[in-house]
T-cell receptor, first 116, second 116 residues
């Protein structure tokens, strides 16, 4: 059973540019969540999508956005990149139904973004 | 708001020593879930255990054991006879059922180094 796949694994951008990261969840998983990991702030929740709808959102500026497609694949976009956006972006998938807070999240290996 | 505190930033032990990683949480909800994840150098968060707020039984899985004490809001993780392969960053996380969806609040993590 394939795990959560994130692409690209590494990327370098310059300030002001935008970036799109992709996440393919485990087959059958309908929920995809995104987290940002930095040395200073640790792991922080960005947003969660379930059946193509944003179900939960963290405290990030509007430059951070996402979407989910009908096949549950998800993308997140960061516009007008800032130096502070340099981070490991982790995607996680879960079944998403029932007591959703109880779901076990399966994480991908992450996309490491460096902003110069 | 919920909060997870992992006061130990880094722990170094010699192989075969036992080590306990501390986790203290804060939440106003009576129903919640606690998790432990392991992050090896590859970056992918690996699920270790999930415990709901109504189940205070301690759990043992091989060399791993978990002590959940609701009275002190703690969910500590012990590795018995540590091995070099246990070297990783370990995260404790809290998920609440109110608000819906999957949203984990992570602690800052404990870097465990197991040396020969």
């Amino acid at each position: 059973k394939a795990g959560v796949t994130q692409t690209p694994r590494y990327l370098i951008k310059t300030r002001g540019q935008q970036v799109t990261l992709s996440c393919s969840p485990i087959s059958g998983h309908r929920s995809v969540s995104w987290y940002q990991q930095t040395p200073g702030q640790g792991l922080q929740f960005l947003f969660e999508y379930f059946s193509e709808t944003q179900r939960n959102k963290g405290n990030f500026p509007g430059r951070f956005s996402g979407r989910q497609f009908s096949n549950s694949r998800s993308e997140m976009n960061v516009s007008t990149l800032e130096l502070g956006d340099s981070a490991l972006y982790l995607c996680a998938s879960s079944l998403g139904g029932g007591l959703s807070g109880a779901n076990v999240l399966t994480f991908g290996a992450g996309s490491r973004l460096t902003v110069l | 708001a919920q909060k997870v505190t992992q006061a130990q930033t880094e722990i170094s032990v010699v192989e075969k020593e036992d080590v306990t990683l501390d986790c203290v949480y804060e939440t106003r909800d009576t129903t919640y879930y606690l998790f432990w994840y392991k992050q090896p150098p590859s970056g992918e968060l690996v699920f270790l255990i999930r415990r709901n707020s109504f189940d205070e039984q301690n759990e043992i899985s091989g060399r791993y054991s978990w002590n959940f004490q609701k009275s002190t809001s703690s969910f500590n993780f012990t590795i018995t006879a540590s091995q070099v392969v246990d070297s990783a960053v370990y995260f404790c996380a809290l998920s609440e059922l109110t608000g819906g969806g999957n949203k984990l609040t992570f602690g800052t993590g404990t870097q465990l180094k197991v040396e020969l």
